[in-house]
């Protein structure tokens, strides 16, 4: 089972002399591809396998059950496990709305939604009739699917109705749907659930570099979670899944060095032993039912390297029939003779495998990249890294123009992620590739303080928001204007959450580093932003505020880095997209900046989705948003 903590901390790392992309040169024969409408590069079908502790195959092993946007908004699909068409289960127009489990016995199913991307979930019980029922009601409640018992006569349902900051456990009658609660938990986030249903897995999160694990014995009448990682220092811990024995905990940690790996902690003994170490992060790991195979997921540079393993045989899984890319989301048929995942690319959108597991021979279901697409007219992205203000390398993710040369070189942008700690990676994006396919250059940059680097990395910018990062976000422009094929007169930033306060912060606190910038649902006040912070994420509001900074404590110095209180400076064109029911980054963020900014007289535009919240599910906006990227970019930065 999957850890369910809201915000839990994750350490990745970055591999030492890891090789710099060569992005100086053009090649030999550089060719323009054919500019297709920005519709085209959304008008993909998005794809998704269950959640790793729910049911993708039926019990017959003949059928998955995917989440498809096919009609423009998220729905649940049965999708015939040797080809053929998707069948809708769900037909919402409006949530999207993710699968999340067959029953184990017969065709009901589980899903979740939420109302307009207000983040608060509830699960959904689709029985044999096509009845639903909300098995989660309330107003204000958020609800996590946690899992199935092994003898499938019980699933278990975390919520926060009791108490809006904390989540508690609840197992489920799989026939009556009467629940029981299980834990009653004071403050620690729900990580995992052994498959028998005795042991929960709980995350403390100190301060973002710092956590412990705890377990409870639910055959108690009044379970104590335990600590079961003693440390001294800062150490991060975070929880895998319980092995399907019972007998173990595979959890991750950083302690011996500056990358995730995963241990094993015997439950009877308490005896901890490695599992598996990598010169890069093990991001998860998953074992199949019966616990013969395993599966790593290892962060190697911002691409995803999945090994599967035969623990009986101690023997590598080879797949053929798989196309390069990222493969993920691997799930196994409940007997295992069939394994179901993903493979994207950055020229194609994630689509769904099945492989026959004793042959390892791979059959690909679905064909998620719009057939209007040439796949050879899109950018094949590459990593580059390049040295920032004081010499430390910044790595990042480079989408080079096809035709971009030094006798016709392309204008380019700075995109930021979101976070703070989040990463840029390979990876099909839509809105990345229209942009390259109009003729802009792309650094998806990872700044310091960006996962996946090591914890050194990662922990550079705390308390040093709006200094440190946004001198990486400056030199980046600086070091593409210096390349032979990109035009030397302006350059863009553009990034959303994070990297949208990072957009509103360059352009007030460094007003000449960049020529226009687009800001996507970004913190504008740090002080109402971290004040506001929804209850559901409980104790992990403490290692933000570590990160951060305290409002209660701090907030001269917040203020300080908040572009909303310099807004006055800015005087360079901006963008500014908002989803009128996020609650994480409010709209009120962005409103007052539109406002201090039109103030300067400074041209700003504002787009306001009424139906989107922190990210934009549905389609329509989605074309709509990315439209108007292109169109303020090719007014402001290249003077159309």
Same mark, same amino acid.
């Given at each position: ?16 002399? !890891? ?5 100086? $040169? ?8 054919? @500019?297709? &409408? ?11 396998? %269950? ?64 109302? =307009? ?9 689709? =029985? ?29 349902? !975390?919520?926060?109705?009791?108490? %809006? ?13 009467? *629940?029981?609660?299980?834990?009653? #938990? ?7 659930? $052994? ?27 009044? &379970? ?82 999945? #090994?599967? /393993?035969?623990?009986?045989? #101690? ?55 719009? %057939? ?45 992620? =979101?976070? &703070? ?12 590739? #229209? ?10 940059? +990872? ?30 422009? *600086? ?14 930033? @553009? ?15 460094? %007003? ?53 209180? /310099?807004?006055?400076?800015? *005087?360079?064109?901006?963008?500014? @997209? ?11 963020? $962005?409103?007052?900046?539109? !406002?201090?900014?039109?103030? +300067? ?11 989107? =919240? ?8 989605? @074309? ?17």
């Amino acid at each position: 089972m999957r850890q369910l903590g809201i915000a839990a901390a994750v350490v990745l790392a970055l591999g030492a002399g !890891a090789p710099a992309a060569v992005a100086q $040169s053009a090649p030999a024969k550089a060719q323009a591809a054919k @500019v297709y &409408p920005t519709r085209a590069f959304f008008e993909t079908t998005r794809y998704q396998l %269950p959640p790793q502790d729910g049911h993708a195959f039926s019990a017959d092993g003949k059928r998955l059950l995917i989440s498809s946007d096919a009609t423009g908004v998220f729905n649940a699909y049965v999708l015939p496990a040797a080809g053929g068409t998707p069948q809708a289960l769900t037909t919402s127009a409006k949530d999207a709305t993710f699968a999340i489990s067959w029953f184990p016995g017969d065709d009901r199913i589980l899903f979740s939604a939420d109302q =307009g991307g207000n983040e608060l979930n509830h699960i959904y019980v689709r =029985g044999l009739d096509g009845q639903v029922r909300d098995l989660t009601p309330g107003e204000k409640l958020k609800a996590q699917f946690a899992g199935w018992r092994k003898d499938g006569k019980a699933f278990y349902v !975390a919520t926060n109705e009791r108490d %809006p900051q904390t989540f508690d456990l609840y197992a489920f009658d799989s026939a009556t749907y009467e *629940r029981r609660m299980v834990f009653k #938990n004071s403050g620690l986030s729900i990580a995992d659930l $052994s498959d028998d249903g005795r042991w929960l897995a709980l995350v403390k999160e100190r301060t973002s570099a710092n956590s412990d694990i705890f377990l409870a014995d639910l055959t108690q009448a009044t &379970p104590e979670p335990k600590l079961i990682t003693p440390h001294e220092g800062a150490v991060a811990f975070g929880v895998f899944e319980f092995t399907p024995d019972g007998k173990a905990l595979v959890y991750s940690t950083d302690e011996p060095g500056e990358f995730a790996q995963a241990w094993r902690h015997d439950l009877a003994t308490g005896a901890k032993t490695p599992l598996v170490a990598e010169k890069w992060d093990v991001a998860n790991l998953k074992f199949s039912p019966s616990g013969r195979y395993r599966a790593d997921y290892i962060n190697a540079d911002a691409s995803t390297v999945l #090994n599967l /393993h035969d623990l009986s045989a #101690n023997r590598r899984l080879k797949l053929t029939g798989v196309p390069a890319g990222d493969l993920n989301s691997a799930r196994f048929s409940r007997d295992e003779t069939k394994l179901a995942f993903t493979v994207a690319s950055d020229t194609s959108p994630a689509d769904i495998f099945v492989a026959d597991v004793a042959t390892g021979k791979a059959r690909r279901l679905t064909k998620a990249l719009n %057939p209007q697409i040439t796949e050879s007219d899109l950018v094949e992205a590459s990593v580059a890294r390049f040295k920032s203000y004081d010499g430390l390398e910044i790595p990042g993710i480079l989408y080079r123009p096809k035709g971009a040369s030094a006798a016709k070189p392309a204008h380019a942008i700075v995109w930021v992620h =979101g976070g &703070p700690g989040g990463q840029s990676r390979r990876g099909y994006s839509a809105d990345l590739q #229209n942009l390259a396919n109009k003729g802009y250059a792309v650094y998806a940059i +990872n700044n310091r303080g960006s996962s996946g680097y090591g914890k050194t990395f990662y922990h550079l910018d705390d308390k040093k928001h709006g200094d440190v990062d946004l001198k990486d976000v400056t030199a980046a422009g *600086r070091w593409l204007k210096s390349l032979d094929w990109v035009a030397d007169d302006k350059v863009a930033v @553009v990034g959303g959450s994070y990297g949208g306060y990072m957009t509103a912060a360059t352009l007030a606190f460094e %007003p000449d580093a960049f020529d226009v910038g687009i800001n996507i649902f970004g913190v504008t006040n740090w002080v109402r932003t971290l004040e506001s912070i929804p209850p559901w994420w409980g104790e992990a509001r403490d290692s933000l505020y570590d990160e951060l900074g305290d409002p209660k404590t701090d907030a001269e110095r917040l203020r300080r880095i908040s572009p909303l209180f /310099h807004a006055k400076n800015i *005087r360079k064109p901006l963008l500014v @997209v908002q989803g009128k029911n996020d609650p994480r980054v409010l709209q009120v963020e $962005s409103d007052e900046l539109v !406002a201090a900014v039109k103030a +300067n007289g400074v041209p700003v535009e504002y787009i306001v989705f009424p139906d989107e =919240g922190h990210g934009f599910q549905r389609r329509e906006n989605r @074309v709509t948003a990315s439209e108007a990227y292109v169109k303020f970019l090719d007014r402001h930065l290249r003077g159309r």
